[in-house]
């Protein structure tokens, strides 16, 4: 669908649902969408993006296809978040990324691998790579410490410049002023909404995934992979803390906070990225937009062999096998770096304007 | 289902709406073998019990979803309002008595609630609402009839009945192109009423009954309400009654449901197809007053008749489904409709010349009403002024119907010579007139059906297993 029927299709969509309402006790759309009485393309994007695809009003609704009136609100907002993850990738060159996503980023993996070992290759002798290594910084005798350092760094500073101009483009063109979007209150209550993943309770039973049954497992498999995410992120500050300000480099013992850390947020990503995986094949693809599993299933994908390599890396690290592994393990973290803003990471962003958006709009009633 | 060999069971349920499911997961709880055959497709599973989003019930306090009590003398006598006394006193009380259980029983079964809904804060102390509404609602019925071992099948139509001097023996059903036996020793008939019968409600209401919309499942269509009258049931309800409101005239045929309503007609006129007035628009409060203007409606000529509101008054009601029609100017509002502007912009003069400034308010009965008009407009009645003005087209939008089946206290069916059928029981929409003769009370519809689908099922239950 082109984007303008899109944007007509959830319209037509909402009005029906207006003048229903059945479905206001599921989430925060529907709350938010009574506050209308007629839907511009901005709303309809903030309204989107709102959305968890939870498919409870999909199921509940007395419309739903094969009805003639066809409401599907569920698929319409997922293939319209689609459409503002390509319309608000920055650069706008980039959007591109999003059309076969899965591919993209099974291309921009295999990049980042062939890159990594081409440097190790050019820049390193391979008696050293394939020799077992121990004590500090046995790292970076493989991957020498600048080689390491400098490319990741350049990777986070462009990849935050990045999310933070495409989250700051969605605002304003769903009619936000820039001051607006630090509203400490509303921030507050984003986070608090975010934190728990409120809205994907359903209105307290789970959401309808992988079927029609109420289940709370995509709720706890989400909380897995999210929770894991800030997990390993921590560890890696830990330790970049503990390199530059106690001059204590990399590898650290097994009962040191960046290994605790980093193998608890990795055992929390794998089992939740397969959890998610494995709910998705089950998954009934009538409330969801069949474009966007490329996307889904590229971005779990790539955040399981994260971790995989990252814990493989760990258990392997005092053996010869090392060298390649962290190798393998650098190449995927910066693949996942590089993607992020055009994936479905975005999604975290997008959702967490929308919920801001959300809490000025209530705390103005 | 195929012709060669009659499929046997204990408790055979004919319907796959509210009444239906409680029928057979409570003859199925109590230990029986239970078939539910629903004629509707999977996808539209539920009847008219699928459009709903609230039941009233019986309660002595409030709670997280309903905001006060609702004891029995006030449930009574407000069905003795709007049935005015045509009702079985003693199953209407039994209903109401019987429904100080079913929040609870309903929730076991899967049902959530959730506080009530923006366009009907008015039921927040009697109605506990659905969360997601009806059809969510039997979702969870039917995963609960399911997981207890109910055999469920769709696109089952039920054709006919044996009867044997008021005793069941067997139903014939067509499916899949195929037409089958059922042996059971008991039936519960929970088929609805007739109201999507065109042609029966010809037989009431002339052809005009074409011009009607059905805003429930095309399913309901009384075949086995006839076919139980043919075969010696005694009749309740006036057959010449439905519950009827005045929807948008756009609304498809059947099965448009809830959001076909327009809630308008108190903020401005309503006018027939020659620009005249015809009822007063603003005599009570709309909640009140929406279930008489179908029959308004039906009563002009080509049934038709279109709501005028002005820019004032547009936020005042629920957002409709379809767009108002808009114009600058009354006469240009009066081309767009097909009337005759002349005759149009005359009604608007004449209702503006005759309303009076006054405390407006929507909240109350009001002061606004017009002086020296026929028909008058008793409340909120404000000049029709302020450009854009807005126009909805309306029609009759049938709900249900009155006619049914008499049963006993035990959901027994009752036959013509006074006695009760000894397998044969009916819950819901199909026995309802014993207890709405006339009138209706939001909710109770599927009030009647629940306590009656459970009384239905234990019985069935009790005379299939002894
Ligand atoms: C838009 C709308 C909103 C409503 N809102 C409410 C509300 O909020 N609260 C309320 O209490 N009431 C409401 N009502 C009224 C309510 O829908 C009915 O009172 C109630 O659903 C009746 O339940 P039932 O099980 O008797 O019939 P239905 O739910 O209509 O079920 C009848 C079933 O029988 C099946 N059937 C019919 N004939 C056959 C056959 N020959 N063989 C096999 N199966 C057959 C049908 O397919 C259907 O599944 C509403 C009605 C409408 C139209
Ligand atoms: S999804 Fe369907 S049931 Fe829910 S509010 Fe919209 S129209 Fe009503
Ligand atoms: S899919 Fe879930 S989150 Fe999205 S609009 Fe429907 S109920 Fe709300």
């Keep these: 669908m082109l984007s303008s029927d899109l944007l007509k299709e959830a319209e037509r969509v909402m009005t029906i649902c207006n003048a229903c309402r059945y479905c206001e006790g599921y989430c925060a759309v529907y709350p938010a969408m009574e506050l209308r009485r007629t839907f511009a393309d901005k709303d309809l994007k903030y309204l989107a993006n709102l959305c968890h695809n939870c498919r409870a009003c999909y199921y509940a609704c007395q419309y739903a296809p094969p009805h003639e009136f066809d409401v599907n609100v569920a698929r319409v907002f997922a293939d319209l978040r689609l459409e503002c993850y390509r319309e608000f990738a920055r650069p706008a060159l980039l959007a591109g990324m999003f059309r076969r996503n899965g591919l993209a980023v099974g291309i921009l993996t295999a990049a980042a691998l062939v890159t990594v070992f081409l440097l190790l290759g050019i820049f390193q002798d391979s008696p050293v790579i394939f020799a077992a290594h121990s004590g500090a910084n046995a790292f970076y005798r493989v991957i020498p410490y600048p080689l390491f350092i400098l490319p990741f760094s350049v990777l986070v500073v462009c990849l935050s410049a990045v999310l933070l101009w495409s989250n700051i483009s969605f605002w304003r063109k769903t009619g936000g002023k820039l001051g607006e979007l630090l509203d400490p209150r509303a921030n507050l209550q984003a986070i608090g909404d975010a934190l728990r993943l409120k809205y994907l309770d359903g209105g307290g039973h789970g959401c309808n995934y992988p079927d029609e049954r109420f289940s709370m497992l995509r709720r706890y498999f989400h909380h897995l992979v999210f929770y894991g995410f800030i997990l390993c992120l921590a560890s890696t500050t830990v330790a970049a803390a503990y390199h530059h300000f106690l001059q204590w480099p990399a590898p650290y013992p097994y009962l040191s906070w960046p290994v605790l850390l980093g193998t608890a947020g990795g055992l929390a990503l794998l089992a939740g990225t397969a959890g998610l995986l494995i709910l998705k094949k089950k998954m009934d693809p009538l409330p969801g937009a069949p474009r966007a599993r490329g996307m889904d299933v590229g971005f779990l994908v790539l955040l399981f062999f994260t971790s995989f390599s990252g814990l493989l890396l760990l258990a392997l690290r005092a053996t010869p096998a090392m060298g390649i592994l962290l190798a393998v393990h650098l190449a995927v973290v910066a693949a996942l770096f590089v993607a992020m803003p055009y994936g479905k990471f975005v999604h975290a962003l997008y959702r967490f304007v929308a919920l801001v958006r959300n809490a000025r709009e209530r705390s103005r009633q | ?466």
């Design chain 2, 1 to 466: 289902m195929n012709a060669r060999q009659p499929i046997e069971t204990e408790v055979l349920v004919i319907g796959g709406g509210n009444a239906a499911l409680c029928a057979a997961m409570t003859a199925r709880e109590a230990g029986a073998r239970v078939l539910l055959l629903e004629c509707a497709p999977r996808d539209f599973r539920g009847g008219n019990s699928r459009h709903t989003r609230n039941l009233r019930y019986l309660h002595r306090s409030g709670n997280a979803y309903l905001t006060g009590p609702y004891l029995e003398d006030e449930f009574f006598s407000d069905l003795m309002r709007v049935t005015e006394g045509r009702t079985n006193e003693q199953l209407a009380l039994l209903t109401i008595r019987e429904s100080a259980e079913i929040g609870e029983w309903m929730q076991s079964r899967g049902c959530r609630f959730q506080p009530p809904l923006s366009g009907t804060l008015h039921l927040a102390r009697t109605n506990a609402h659905f969360l997601g509404g009806g059809k969510a609602l039997m979702n969870a019925y039917y995963a609960t009839a399911e997981k207890l071992g109910v055999d469920i099948r769709y696109e089952a139509e039920v054709r006919d009945l044996e009867i044997h001097d008021g005793t069941f023996v067997s139903a014939a059903v067509s499916s899949g192109g195929f037409t089958g036996k059922v042996k059971a020793k008991a039936v519960v008939a929970a088929s609805g009423g007739f109201q999507a019968n065109i042609e029966w409600l010809k037989e009431y209401w002339g052809e005009i009954a074409d011009n009607f919309i059905v805003r429930g499942t095309p399913y309901d269509t009384g075949r086995m309400l006839r076919v139980l009258l043919d075969n010696g049931a005694r009749a309740v309800g006036d057959p010449r009654q439905c519950h009827a409101v005045a929807i948008d005239a756009r609304a498809p045929k059947f099965d448009g449901g809830i959001v076909t309503r327009l809630d308008c007609v108190p903020f401005g006129i309503v006018v027939n197809n020659q620009a005249r007035r015809f009822y007063d628009e603003g005599e009570d409060f709309w909640p009140k007053r929406y279930a008489i203007w179908g029959r308004l409606v039906a009563g002009q000529p080509e049934q038709t008749a279109t709501a005028i509101v002005d820019a004032k008054s547009i936020r005042l009601f629920m957002p409709s489904v379809f767009p108002a029609i808009e114009a600058v100017t009354i006469p240009d509002l009066a081309v767009k409709l097909k009337l005759d502007p002349d005759a149009l912009r005359e009604t608007v003069t004449a209702f503006n010349r005759a309303t009076r400034t006054g405390d407006f308010d929507p909240s109350k009965l009001d002061g606004c009403h017009t002086v020296h008009l026929d028909p008058p407009k008793s409340h909120w009645a404000r000049p029709l002024d302020t450009p854009p003005y807005y126009a909805y087209p309306l029609r009759p939008g049938i709900t249900f119907t009155y006619l049914g089946v008499t049963v006993n206290e035990h959901a027994q069916l009752m036959l013509q010579d006074g006695r009760p059928s000894a397998n044969i029981f009916a819950a819901g929409e199909i026995m309802a007139g014993n207890i709405l003769g006339r009138g209706y009370m939001a909710g109770f519809g599927l009030t009647i059906g629940t306590v009656f689908g459970r009384i239905a099922g234990r019985e069935a239950a009790r005379h299939a297993l002894q």
